[in-house]
């Protein structure tokens, strides 16, 4: 039988994790972070990841560079990239998501 519990996390008990992130809910091959005051100055290397990874901006904008497409995130946009995927985030503006 399939885990079918409900998972809430509150941010405030986040744990950190090594890149400044709040680990909030994940999955099997799905999970959700988020990044608080990203500056422009702050370089991000490119990455992988062995799950799909979704956001969702509530402030700021950056650049995503996944698999040579290149979309720039603002305010109101959410995405997700695919399991796998090698990415990179340019923070165009003070950065929250």
Known sequence: MSDISIKKI???HSSP???????LSSGNSLSMRMWENESPAERKEEATREYE????VLKGKA???CEGQTVILSAGDSWV?????????KIIELFRL
Do not use: C, F, I
Not at 82 to 88: F, I, M, N, Q, V
């Open 10 to 12: 509150n941010s405030s």
């Open 17 to 23: 994790g090594e890149h400044g992130q709040k680990h």
């Open 53 to 56: 990874a979704v956001g969702y």
């Open 63 to 65: 650049e995503l560079r």
């Open 81 to 89: 990239l695919p399991k796998g995927a090698s990415h990179r985030y």
